[in-house]
């Protein structure tokens, strides 16, 4: 055999393995557990525990057997090839370098993968000007569900990094999410449903223009904000709960005194981190925030097959930040082990009183700990895992009140065309 057609066959034998490796995880640098093995994922079959209604209006569509198969595929190669091929992250570092070298830092500001370093370093990307309507229209259904069973509701929008006062030469020029988000909420408002716009509370607050910068409140390498700015979130949700709707919940419990902070030095790097890679971005602090008054709290996701009791500790997946590993861990993960279908929170020192469910994305898996500190009963679903109806969980639930907290950026929202499928379920409330 000739050497380059040796050649050819040895790359062509190399590719076709590592494709098969990346669709079947054989390659995968991730190490394989036994499935029922408390926090690690199970699949749930929420739709036969949370049936819809039997109607084709109801029943969400269902993929072929083929769509499902290219499905996987697209994901295991796009997961291989962005993250578990073997020193990935060494050459993206190196074309990182070579780019700096070149001065060729040019990059689509709408691509998915974009990161842009603002004036004083911090990393975010931008967001086209989009239709909101759509997604108005599904916030005001499920409130007027809510609202014919006696349920309170009430819309909270998260900021973004990006502020109208300090990014006045970005916020509506290169980036909408804030006028994105000034839509929405007038659209809310104009149909008569209950909305919180935590822009305001943080411009207002001591996290914010009381005391430190509205970029400060963030991550400087990630889209979430730091979870010192999630405990003061979940401060504000139990003012709500308080004087709105007139529970009996405590706001004084979250003030920041009433905490130990335990810190990680240079431990976290975010996904925008991740993407320039360390060539281009600093390692940053992580903080695990602990009550220094005693909890006790029964903690449950059925997804991962957790059900626990004790102290505020048990909420947190300390197998995210035992060790630093900046590229193979998500340390912002180790707050209620990362995105769940549904999470249920008891705190056992306030017996018998409401129920909250809590609909959401990952800005609020830092949040979600320090209200069930306050309350009674917490349920948390982020609708990108939950294949039930949720309607039909609100129901069976007896639920007491209903809030919807999205960070005004989501992919997926304001019926994005460029959406992840599981994005666009974010606003699916059937």
């Known amino acids: ?131 909101v309507r759509h997604d108005a229209e599904a916030v005001k259904g499920l409130a007027d569900f809510c609202a014919g069973r006696g349920i309170d509701f009430a819309y909270i929008n998260f900021p973004t990094k990006i502020c109208v006062s300090e990014d006045k030469e970005i916020s509506g020029t290169l980036d909408f999410a804030n006028q994105n988000a000034d839509k929405f909420l007038a659209m809310l408002k104009d149909s008569g449903v209950r909305n919180y716009d935590f822009r305001e509370n943080l411009h207002f607050s001591a996290i914010g223009g009381g005391g430190m910068n509205h970029h400060g409140a963030f991550f400087i390498t990630d889209h979430h904000w730091k979870p010192e700015t999630g405990l003061w979130a979940a401060g504000e949700i139990l003012k709500i709960l308080r004087y709105d709707f007139g529970y009996d919940v405590e706001p004084e419990i979250l003030r920041p005194e009433n905490f130990r902070y335990v810190i990680y030095p240079e431990w976290f790097l975010g996904s925008a981190g991740k993407k320039l890679t360390l060539a281009r971005a600093k390692p940053e602090n992580f903080t695990l925030i602990y009550p220094k008054f005693t909890a006790n709290i029964k903690f449950e996701i059925p997804g991962r097959n957790l059900a626990m009791s004790g102290d505020f500790a048990i909420t947190y997946n300390m197998k995210d930040v035992d060790t630093r590993d900046y590229y193979g861990k998500n340390t912002y993960a180790a707050y209620i082990y990362a995105d769940n279908a ?18 959401h994305e990952s800005m609020s898996n830092c949040i979600i700990p320090f209200v069930a500190l306050g309350v009674s009963h917490i349920y948390a679903i982020d609708l990108r895992h939950f294949s039930g109806s949720l309607k039909r969980f609100i129901e069976q639930e007896k639920l007491d009140a209903v809030i919807v907290m999205y960070y005004a950026t989501v992919p997926g929202r304001y019926a994005n065309p460029s959406a992840t499928k599981e994005n666009k379920k974010l606003y699916d409330f059937r």
């Open 1 to 131: 055999m000739k050497p380059e057609r040796f050649t050819a066959c040895v790359f062509t034998f190399v590719i076709g393995a590592l494709m098969l490796s990346a669709v079947f995880g054989f390659a995968s640098n991730k190490i394989n557990h036994d499935e029922e093995a408390p926090g690690q994922r199970i699949k749930i079959e929420w739709e036969k525990i949370y049936p819809f209604e039997i109607s084709a209006e109801e029943m969400p569509a269902k993929d072929s057997p083929l769509v499902k198969l290219y499905e996987h595929v697209k994901e295991r190669l796009e997961s291989y090839t962005s993250k578990e091929m073997p020193g990935y992250y060494s050459l993206v570092e190196s074309a990182k370098k070579y780019e700096d070298v070149l001065g060729w830092n040019m990059v689509p500001i709408f691509d998915y993968n974009a990161v842009v370093r603002l004036k004083d370093g911090y990393l975010t990307s931008y967001t086209p000007s989009l239709d």
């Open 342 to 359: 549904l999470t249920r929170m008891e705190n056992m020192n306030i017996p018998g009183g409401k129920k909250l469910l809590i609909i």
